[in-house]
């Protein structure tokens, strides 16, 4: 390999170094697709330079597009481009808060991310970990052979969460653990993981705080982990929080 020779990582860090295309692989961490001209506006940049930044980013891999109509939709190109994202996201930010001290802003951000939120598709902070931890406790995911469901966790999803699972497949297991980076342990990913996340979503177990990631337990969550999982005591602290303070 000459010097000349393009090394990956270093292609790989390229993409990630802008600020523009930083913002937007961010922003999608959320596990939700979004148009090009609301990521335009969520970076503060024309619509030319993001559509530019947005190929780029395509062309390495990050991002995939699926286009309806008029409409350009970007999303993350899989769990696995998501757990890099916030892996990385998780070592600066632990660099930035050693090297100064947080402002208010931050401190307020950071506390109702830490509470509860996405972590790409599935439920990740103190409530992704509680509820991973009921999961183990009530023998429903094994974590002393690995990471997985047990039967009875299999039938848990199917007749008590009524929700079907899909088989696992080589690229996406149906649980895996994921390495929360605020509560330096596991939470559930994997199908299983996106299939709880995704639930709670629709069922309005946890609502969005503002256009970002944070979440908070509505007063049906906490009555529906209650009966589901025997967690008590889940609080809507995120909601103390504003929406600005939170996006992003």
């Known amino acids: 390999m000459t010097s000349t020779t393009p090394i990956p990582l270093a292609v790989l860090a390229g ?26 506006r969520h970076a503060g940049v024309a619509a030319s330079t993001a559509s530019e930044h947005l190929s780029q980013l395509v062309e390495g891999g990050l991002l995939a597009e699926e286009r309806q ?15 890099l994202i916030e892996d990385l ?11 100064r ?11 109702a991310m830490a509470a509860a939120r996405t972590c790409y598709d599935h439920l990740a902070g103190r409530l992704g970990v509680t509820i991973t931890d009921a999961l183990t406790a009530r023998g429903l995911l094994r974590q002393d052979t690995g990471f997985a469901l047990s039967d009875e966790g299999l039938a848990w999803f ?20 994921c390495l ?25 177990w946890v609502s969005r705080i503002g256009s970002g990631r944070a979440l908070r337990v509505t007063g049906a969550g906490q009555e529906a982990l209650g009966a589901l999982l025997g967690l ?12 600005s303070a939170a996006g992003g």
């Open 15 to 40: 993409l990630l170094a802008d600020t523009t295309r930083a913002r937007f692989c961010l922003a999608l961490l959320d596990g939700r697709a979004w148009t090009a001209g609301e990521l335009a």
């Open 69 to 83: 109509g008029r409409h350009r939709y970007l999303r993350l190109a899989g769990p696995q481009v998501a757990q």
């Open 89 to 99: 996201t998780a070592h600066a930010e632990r660099a930035e808060s050693a090297a």
């Open 101 to 111: 001290p947080p402002t208010l802003r931050a401190a307020s951000a950071a506390k």
């Open 158 to 177: 199917e007749g008590e969460l009524r929700v079907p699972l899909p088989p696992p497949t080589g690229r996406r297991p149906l649980a895996r653990p």
């Open 180 to 204: 929360d980076w605020t509560e330096r342990r596991h939470h559930l990913a994997g199908s299983a993981g996106a299939a709880l996340c995704a639930t709670a979503l629709e069922r309005g």
């Open 232 to 243: 008590d005591g889940l609080t809507g602290e995120a909601a103390q929080v504003t929406a």
